[in-house]
């Protein structure tokens, strides 16, 4: 039962003297009311009045026999003594949480209080510490990328920190490292004249040739990395003189370490450079031994590479295998 809803012992207490006192008030008038109204009416009769006095108390008597009731007995206890705390269990199985209890008492006055009231409680709990499983970090760049412009790889691991397993908990599952693709974008993006001579995007200055060169990792045939190079305002690489090729052979050997076309090729049994104002003359070459050979019956095989097998030497070979190429263009 609710404390609130019960009642104040003491305003009680204090009501009831009030009734009592004036029930006792009440009394006295109809006392004196008795004998004074006896004096007045020994002429017409005592018993008259005597009857009036004694039907009225009995109607008030009721009244004043309620509440008399409510004057406490100070010789009892309203309520009984409260019985021990009950705890709920813990709202957690492991760590920190709260717990719930209560109890109650009864009442003892068949009057001033009705069952029983309760208390409630709530306390702080702990049971031991949580196992906690490992998780991963995020994964972390482990290195540059392989390449610098084309398709690479990058290496990426990533840490079981986040957190780390604890009181027995699991460890993570997975792979820790990774390889992931990186500068996706083309090597030597576009390119124009610009008014300062000044190379830029990728493209590498020259000044003993005068030119600006692009040392592409993407595979293509021949044909299609002269489009790629004409659409740069460039051209697949032409290489007019044995300074300017053996600079070539040492920044392929270095920078990309394969196979590189330029743009030499057969034209009616005659290598020429292949340019967008026309055909250019081989005024010098730097052909590897027993080389170029012809092909009769492979009419592709006509195209002219930097050949890594012979020291970066050139050789002519099919067109339409797929591997890097140089620009070129003319500052």
Same mark, same amino acid.
């Given at each position: 039962?609710?404390?609130?809803?019960?009642?104040?012992?003491?305003?009680?207490?204090?009501?009831?003297?009030?009734?009592?006192?004036?029930?006792?008030?009440?009394?006295?008038?109809?006392?004196?009311?008795?004998?004074?109204?006896?004096?007045?009416?020994?002429?017409?009769?005592?018993?008259?009045?005597?009857?009036?006095?004694?039907?009225?108390?009995?109607?008030?008597?009721?009244?004043?026999?309620?509440?008399?009731?409510?004057?406490?007995?100070?010789?009892?206890?309203?309520?009984?003594?409260?019985?021990?705390?009950?705890?709920?269990?813990?709202?957690?199985?492991?760590?920190?949480?709260? *717990? %719930? /209890?209560?109890?109650?008492? #009864?009442?003892?006055?068949?009057?001033?209080?009705?069952? =029983? +009231?309760? @208390?409630?409680?709530?306390?702080?709990?702990?049971?031991?510490?949580?196992?906690?499983?490992?998780?991963?970090?995020?994964?972390?760049?482990?290195?540059?990328?392989?390449?610098?412009?084309?398709?690479?790889?990058?290496?990426?691991?990533?840490?079981?920190?986040?957190?780390?397993? *604890? %009181? /027995?908990?699991?460890?993570? #599952?997975?792979?820790?490292?990774?390889?992931?693709?990186? =500068? +996706?974008? @083309?090597?030597?993006?576009?390119?124009?004249?610009?008014?300062?001579?000044?190379?830029?995007?990728?493209?590498?200055?020259?000044?003993?040739?005068?030119?600006?060169?692009?040392?592409?990792?993407?595979?293509?045939?021949?044909?299609?990395?002269?489009?790629?190079?004409?659409?740069?305002?460039?051209?697949?690489?032409?290489?007019?003189?044995?300074?300017?090729?053996?600079?070539?052979?040492?920044?392929?050997?270095?920078?990309?370490?394969?196979?590189?076309?330029?743009?030499?090729?057969?034209?009616?049994?005659?290598?020429?450079?292949?340019?967008?104002?026309?055909?250019?003359?081989?005024?010098?070459?730097?052909?590897?031994?027993?080389?170029?050979?012809?092909?009769?019956?492979?009419?592709?095989?006509?195209?002219?590479?930097?050949?890594?097998?012979?020291?970066?030497?050139?050789?002519?070979?099919?067109?339409?295998?797929?591997?890097?190429?140089?620009?070129?263009?003319?500052?």
């Amino acid at each position: 039962m609710d404390r609130r809803k019960l009642l104040n012992v003491d305003r009680q207490n204090d009501q009831a003297t009030s009734y009592n006192g004036n029930s006792w008030s009440i009394i006295r008038v109809l006392y004196t009311l008795k004998w004074t109204s006896c004096l007045i009416g020994l002429a017409t009769g005592c018993v008259i009045t005597v009857v009036m006095t004694l039907s009225l108390m009995l109607i008030i008597a009721p009244y004043l026999q309620f509440h008399n009731a409510l004057i406490p007995s100070t010789g009892n206890n309203v309520w009984s003594s409260y019985g021990d705390w009950k705890w709920q269990p813990c709202s957690v199985t492991c760590g920190h949480g709260t *717990q %719930n /209890g209560d109890r109650s008492r #009864t009442c003892l006055s068949e009057t001033l209080c009705v069952g =029983n +009231e309760t @208390e409630i409680m709530t306390r702080p709990c702990s049971i031991g510490h949580c196992k906690v499983d490992g998780q991963w970090s995020d994964w972390i760049v482990d290195g540059p990328c392989s390449v610098t412009c084309g398709k690479g790889t990058q290496n990426r691991f990533r840490k079981c920190s986040n957190p780390y397993p *604890q %009181n /027995g908990g699991k460890p993570c #599952t997975g792979q820790r490292t990774k390889q992931t693709l990186c =500068n +996706e974008q @083309e090597c030597c993006p576009g390119i124009t004249k610009p008014d300062n001579l000044q190379c830029v995007n990728g493209w590498i200055r020259n000044d003993d040739f005068n030119a600006c060169y692009c040392f592409s990792k993407r595979h293509a045939s021949w044909d299609n990395a002269q489009t790629y190079c004409r659409q740069q305002k460039a051209e697949l690489s032409p290489v007019y003189s044995k300074a300017e090729s053996d600079w070539l052979s040492r920044k392929i050997r270095t920078d990309i370490g394969k196979d590189v076309w330029i743009g030499g090729k057969n034209v009616r049994y005659e290598y020429k450079w292949i340019l967008s104002s026309g055909y250019g003359r081989m005024n010098f070459t730097n052909w590897a031994p027993n080389e170029p050979v012809l092909y009769p019956r492979h009419k592709t095989y006509i195209c002219v590479q930097i050949w890594q097998s012979s020291s970066y030497q050139w050789d002519d070979f099919d067109c339409g295998y797929r591997q890097p190429f140089v620009c070129k263009n003319n500052l």
